[in-house]
Structures are given as structure tokens and as C-alpha cells.
């Protein structure tokens, strides 16, 4: 897990998408998770991981849960996430 450089998070209620990727953006692993879940995964990624997800109402909390862990957040427009989907 020390390879993982950015990670992807498409939030919704209950169930968390998410794309890890390494330095040379090459997808690392792609998992399926629940709120809890996603918090203890965000603990065993290494310190000054971009974690980036989509601007909405649970993601200023999320971001500030990753930033508590040592991780940069960053959130995106909608219309900036609509084509990768």
C-alpha cells in the first residue's frame, strides 16, 4: 500500500466507490466500501495522499476526516467528474 499516491472517491450514502492510484497514474486498486469502512482505509493509506472526490454535501466532511488523517482533500466540480464516470 506504500505506492498509492491519489485517491478517487465517489460518495454516496451508504456505499463508497473508490480508485487508488500510484505516481505514474496507474489504477492500483478499486474497492467498494461502507462509511466505516472508508475511515479505516483512509487510516492505512500513507501520509500526503490526494484524496479527491466530488463536491457535494458529505464531501466537506469526508475531506475534513482526511485531512485529520494527514492527506491533502481536494473536491471537484460536478461537471468536471461526469466524464470519467
Known sequence: MTEITRVGIDLAKKIFHLTAMDSGGEIVERKRLR?????????????????????????????????????????????FVAPHR
Open 35 to 79: 462509511r466505516a469502512g472508508l475511515q479505516s482505509y483512509l487510516a492505512r493509506l500513507p501520509k500526503g495522499c490526494v484524496v479527491a472526490m466530488e463536491a457535494c454535501g458529505g464531501a466537506r466532511h469526508r475531506g475534513r476526516l482526511a485531512t485529520m488523517r494527514g492527506h491533502r482533500a481536494r473536491s471537484m466540480g460536478g461537471q
